[in-house]
């Protein structure tokens, strides 16, 4: 068995909501950042962990998919029960504005924080990202965007050349973990949800960017 620790990334942005009516406030959105950590040699349990949930609970784990909250609480409740993961959060401090490429802007100074404070303190070595690249819609160019971010942080000697990242689809199902607690998160921090979160939060460390 391995023991190199690998994060699996994926993100989660939700609007803010109003506290009297709950509708969205149009207050900006919450963006967040999550990274589920696993040791290499654990990676073969936690996909069949996640398989074998995802088969008795009958629908993919995907947070933003799942159409009730029903779904949402045996999802949660699954990836609570799974061992050998912990998740770190990186989040805005304050909700950021729609348009002017905010989300892009936001996404690059999250991941900034994560590789460094990943490799640096996390003791993390590679990092499997949800790819973004969307042909049917010409946005060929974003998985480019995240390397560039590392190798910005290479070329400052921030993060070693020693620290990876790749991408995958939703077929990498340890991204599902990454996905719920994104999810839930931004849930909590919008006021959409906060019962989901703390089912979570003691395996959460979250690192507020500014």
């Known amino acids: 068995m391995t023991t190199d620790l690998v994060a699996f990334i994926d993100e989660s942005k939700k609007p803010v909501r109003d506290l009297n009516t709950g509708k969205v406030s149009g207050s900006g959105d919450y963006y967040v950042v999550a990274s589920a ?7 073969d349990y936690q996909r069949a962990e996640l398989n074998r949930l995802q088969t008795k609970l009958g629908f993919d784990l995907h947070y933003g998919d799942m159409k009730s909250d029903t ?18 959060v ?19 100074r999250l991941l900034r924080q994560a590789f460094s404070y990943l490799e640096g303190q996390a003791g993390v070595s590679r990092a ?9 819609k010409g946005l060929f160019d ?20 020693r620290f990876s990242i790749d991408h995958h689809d939703k077929s990498e199902l340890i991204l599902a973990i990454a996905d719920i607690v994104a999810g839930t998160r931004t849930d909590w921090l919008c006021w959409k949800n906060r ?3 703390p089912l979570l939060g003691h395996r959460v460390t979250v690192r507020p960017c500014p």
């Open 195 to 197: 019962e989901f979160y």
């Open 90 to 108: 990186f989040e805005t401090e304050s909700p950021i504005r729609a348009g002017g490429g905010a989300e892009h802007y936001a996404r690059a």
């Open 71 to 88: 779904r949402r609480r045996q999802a949660v409740d699954g990836i609570a029960a799974i061992e050998n993961w912990d998740a770190y």
């Open 142 to 161: 974003l998985n480019a965007k995240d390397h560039l971010v590392l190798r910005k942080l290479n070329d400052k000697a921030e993060v070693s050349r």
């Open 37 to 43: 950590v696993v040791l290499d040699g654990d990676m």
């Open 128 to 136: 499997v990202l949800e790819t973004r690249d969307t042909p049917t």
